[in-house]
């Protein structure tokens, strides 16, 4: 469940991003946090953090022209910033217990679920480090949903007169 918090201080809005070759994905992240600089910034290090205790063997990487992903056998979830909001898309989430109801967003797809976190909002660190750990389970396990099997088609034989 999302609840209100107290608002952060407001500080000035993100800068374009400068990633210079040979940055590791860690310190890209870890810019992109600092260019944020107010409430999202907060949040985006928040979640990291809570990412990194639940599962200390995470991944950091940096995909997508600048989006910050963390995995472990597989993609956990990305981390995104509007101006409105930190966005926490996980690639399997449809497939993970969300008891907390933490997905808020993303919800009719069949593969993944995310949590939109808007200022001056929490999120239950334990449910979160939960689905969390319900993701890196979920991809070591080399599971996946079947795939639907395509529908053939049968093509009637036209006949040449």
Known sequence: ???RIASARKLPNMKKSGASPG???SELI???IAELGDWRGATLSRMR???KEAEPDVVEE??????????????ICTGESYKDKVKLTFAKGASLNDPAR???SSLDGNTRRAIDIHEAEDVDESAF????????????SGVSKPRKKAKSQVVPKRSIL
């Open 1 to 3: 469940m999302v609840r």
């Open 23 to 25: 940055q590791s994905a």
């Open 30 to 32: 870890s810019e992109r």
């Open 49 to 51: 953090k809570l990412i």
């Open 62 to 75: 940096w995909k997508w022209m600048g989006t910050p992903v963390w995995s472990h056998d597989g993609i």
């Open 102 to 104: 933490l997905f808020n």
């Open 129 to 140: 480090k939960a689905l969390v750990r319900q993701a890196v389970a979920l991809n070591s």
